[in-house]
């Protein structure tokens, strides 16, 4: 069992590892010419940026660091940090001393190596808390997520949960935390003579402190909130993130059950219901256990009844509009569970990845699977020697890492619950010339899944012989668990006969930072995209994925084969399939995108929802492409106060009522598809007499900063179109003089096509639409449709629809990646939303939002 010398890493991956993951000298009292150091060049409180460099030269309290990008600055002690560790060699000899460390004396030089072996040349990746933790100090948690308990219905309880979540935070760990025990919004409290702000309000304050610890800590807080189907502030729970006023730094997740879903195929109503407060024992005895309340015969109360295909509508049109609240389907999750007889799933980790019970953990690490192809075929000897030794790495980081709850620690030992993932399975359907999402693919996961699923278990089951079963195993309940009946009888004899060494075995992580350092594809996802646009102090390159660079450089001229499949190339459905093949044999869950393209309709929503229950997923998240123009959710009241105001308006200035044009009930036009430095634009250009009078800019994913500036964009010129005229009349070729040529950070196209901004392709859309050049291949809908389409939906403004097949693509294809938004930490085009996290594949920010 030998190892690889490491080379050192270079570029972003170099910049993760020092800064996230390489052991630090705190303190900078050895740091000499020719260190190698971390830099902070941008000192902002929430997104600081720093840079790598040597150091160059040292007069008293100023240092002069040269960059890696060649650029010199000088700075001082208190903004570096010199990394102990500067190659992954060092930090995999550290890993793999301090995990054996908790081995019998005798044993400890044994698994020492195997540890390293693992860990050389990144077979196995550890996720981000160990590697930064292990062997470092007793503070920090080698558990990189919690679910904690739903608070106790009172002011102490909430306040007792928000320590608790402060606490975990603060030493690096995510927190999921599920609100259904909280009482809903009016709902009377005795103690105080008054009534109850509801689940959502107090979820409004675990926010807001979540934003306090990102703002000030130095990781920043992932938080989860969650909310079962059955609790009566579910309406205002799945609409909350539309006001973007109360929970902004939390990720949201319905928790469904299979009677709602059975509600919902038949039409049935469905209760919003409660407990009865009033209940001598509710302060004693309730903690969020719906059923276990019921059980213990205790009166529940029903606040509303609504269709459930109402609720359902819900949730769907708002994860349509902004990919938010994601769906868990909690019951499924636990009627799957292995710890189904004593520990039920509350709740999931902050990406979803991980379904816990409360005081649950994360204990998670991915094997790179990229690793285990060897002249175009599968090593699975290799594989199987480093599952093997992963679950005993894993199994060890329960004994290794520090407890700051004793909770914590009795859960842990009544389950030693880890989580055996993988990254790189992209690139390695790629080296094995195997379309990601095609039939081929869904036939070798099952078997490869399959596979690591088989020797974890194994694995579990012969440490479980040497070292004894988790606490609570149960030899006849474990074996009635419906995961573990999918396998073989071997695997089941082996389980009667040594016993299981941890509830469940495998999870399916994001793995955004470690698998960019890696410098693999992230998680089971396919690359976003194989090429991409990254700033320096030169300008903006094109790169590529390594895989990708290489495959091009030894075939110059030629495009890319169809096996190299990025997000958006893929349908959703494509994304879904993949998903529920892998989670047939992961125990936990998974963290998983389904990428939409723009047009993609809350119709089209609904039926992916309602597939990935079918198909037996866990849960569910979508991010669609763009959006259509469509109606917000409003009430009547604000409808009356808009007419109110439009009418003060009118009687106010007869002057401006000249100027402005108003928009007719029903326009036609064409909507042009343009590829933009920041993605592909949806500009739609709408007619009055022959002339344009109205522009739609859509680009980007709802909610983003791309988005909003794009919208923003075709409002103004709208505005412009809609007042006034000129003498000559036509405003239109006024507003193509301004707007055409801007130039952003980047361009994609050549000559004609060249497009330099989303401002200069609303330019080119608009002459080409008043010159006319190819129009007669974009069509409008017909105003019979516009008028059924109108009534369907009252209160739509816009009334062109146009689909995929009606859209004028007026440039190559030049590979533009799609979805992309704003980076807050480097300011270019390139944060992606991939495993319910946004990842910047330019400098590597990361975040669980």
Known sequence: METTSSTRLEGLSEKIFLDRYALKDEVNKEVSVGDTVLVLIKDDPKFPQKEVGEVLMIEG?????????????ETTYEKIMKPL????????????????????????????????????????????????????????????????????????????????????????????????????RRAVVRGVNGSSSGAVSWGGLFSYTTGLIEQGGSRRGALMLMLNDWHPDLMEFITVKQKMDLITNANLSVAVSNDFMKAVKEDLDWELVFPDTSDPEYDELWDGNLQKWKELGKPVKVYKKIKAKEIWHTIIESAWKSAEPGVVFLEYYNDMSNSWYFNPIVGTNPCAEQGLPAWGVCNLSSINLAKFVKDGEVDWDALEETIKISVRFLDNVIDATPYHFEENRENQMKERRIGLGTMGLAEMLIKLKIRYGSQESLEFLDKLYGFIAKKAYLASTEIAAEKGSFKMFDKEKFLQSKFVSQFDD?????????????VTVLTQAPTGSTGTMVGTSTGIEPFFAFEYFRQSRLGVDKQYVPIAAEWLEQHPNEELPDYFVGAMDLSAEDHIRVQATVQKWVDSSISKTANAPHDFTIEDTKKLYEYAFELGCKGVTIYRDGSRDAQVLSTADKKEDKKKEQEIVEEKDKKVEKEYRRRPKILKGATYKMN??????????????????????NVGKAGSDVFAMSEALGRVSTLFLRFGELPDGNKARLLIKHLKGIGGSGAVGFGPNRVESIADAVAKAIEMHIDGEDTNNSIAASEEDILNRHNEHEGIDTTYISHEDDVLNITDDFGVPEGLDLCPACGSASLTNEEGCKHCISCGYSRCT
């Open 85 to 184: 560790e500067t190659t992954p060699d060092m930090m995999w000899d550290r890993l793999a001393k301090a995990i054996a460390a908790v081995e019998k004396p005798e044993k400890q030089e044994e698994w020492t190596k195997k540890f390293r072996y693992v860990l050389d040349d990144w077979k196995l990746v550890p996720a981000g808390r160990i590697a930064a933790g292990a062997g470092a100090n007793d503070e920090l948690t080698l558990f990189n997520c919690y679910v904690i308990p739903s608070p106790k219905d009172s002011r102490g309880g909430i306040m007792e949960t928000l320590t608790q979540m402060t606490e975990i935070m603060s030493r690096g760990g995510g927190v999921g935390i599920n609100l259904s025990s909280l009482r809903p």
């Open 61 to 73: 309290n100023l240092i002069k660091v040269g960059l890696r990008n060649g650029d010199v600055v």
């Open 676 to 697: 933009t430095p920041l993605g592909k634009a949806y500009i739609t250009i709408n007619d009055v007499d022959g002339k344009p009078f109205e522009i739609i800019v």
């Open 490 to 502: 071997e695997v089941k004899e082996a389980i009667a006969k040594n016993g299981m060494r941890n």
